[in-house]
């Protein structure tokens, strides 16, 4: 008992998806624990393969480091393998994926395989100027190799350019929801809370709300 359910869903499925810098993981990471699925993210599964100093961690270390996205065909196959594992199976929360209609298109069929479908798409959306501070203020606390003021512009580029047109062509427009991700991260919490809960007004109530 306990599990909350998102829209009243007995798997949550749901995809984070906006700019680096939107508060992907940070709110991944609350959802995570408050609907028990895990959280992945694809940048932290391939920072901690280059601090592992794995295969794919040096494969991936070049296009971390200079802003650009690692290859489809090495972020899918990282992303079927991990989506096969049992603790998926209440659902997830992917942080950061898909990125490219590629990357989407084998979510989708990922999921086909799997009998089951998104339960919702998030977009993180903020102003780019507070994106740029939220990530040079990040990069005095953790000090990742890719918040450089030049990388930051690049992979505000790359997002522009390969993400957001795909946010657009989402196959289901339905499943799409912008939050306004401007403000503290308080305020960004009520308010994807509010959308979770607002599909199922009787959740409000779930066990641990
Ligand atoms: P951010 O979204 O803030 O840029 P992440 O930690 O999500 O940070 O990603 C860091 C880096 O990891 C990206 O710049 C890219 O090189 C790589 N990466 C993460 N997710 C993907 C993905 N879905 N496809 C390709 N590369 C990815």
């Excluded at 508060?23 to 609907?35: P, Q, S, Y």
């Excluded at 961690?57 to 990282?78: C, F, H, I, K, L």
């Excluded at 990040?138 to 512009?153: G, L, Y």
Aim: aromatic residues 4%.
């Amino acid at each position: 008992m306990g599990r909350e359910q998102w829209g009243g869903r007995a798997v949550t499925t749901v995809v984070l998806m906006g700019p680096p810098g939107a508060g992907k993981g940070t709110h991944a990471g609350m959802l995570a624990d408050r609907f028990a699925v895990p959280a992945i993210s694809t940048g932290d599964i391939f920072r901690a393969q280059v601090a592992a100093g794995t295969d794919l961690g040096r494969t991936a270390q070049q296009y971390v480091d200079s802003g650009a996205y690692v290859p489809d065909e090495v972020t899918n196959a990282m992303v079927r393998e991990r989506l096969s594992a049992d603790d998926t199976r209440p659902g997830f929360l992917l942080d950061g994926y898909p990125r490219t209609l590629d990357q989407a298109a084998v979510l989708d069929e990922v999921l086909g395989t799997q009998d089951r479908r998104l339960t919702a798409v998030l977009v993180l959306s903020v102003d780019r100027e507070a994106l740029v501070r939220r990530l040079l203020r990040r990069a005095e606390i953790q000090h990742r190799s890719d918040d450089t003021e030049d990388v930051i512009r690049r992979r505000l580029e790359v997002y522009s350019e390969h993400t957001l047109p795909l946010i657009e062509l989402n196959g289901d427009r339905r499943l799409v929801h912008e939050i306004d991700g401007n403000g503290d991260v308080d305020e960004v919490r009520e308010r994807i809370l509010e959308f979770a809960y607002k599909l199922t007004p009787a959740e409000r109530s779930a066990p641990g709300a």
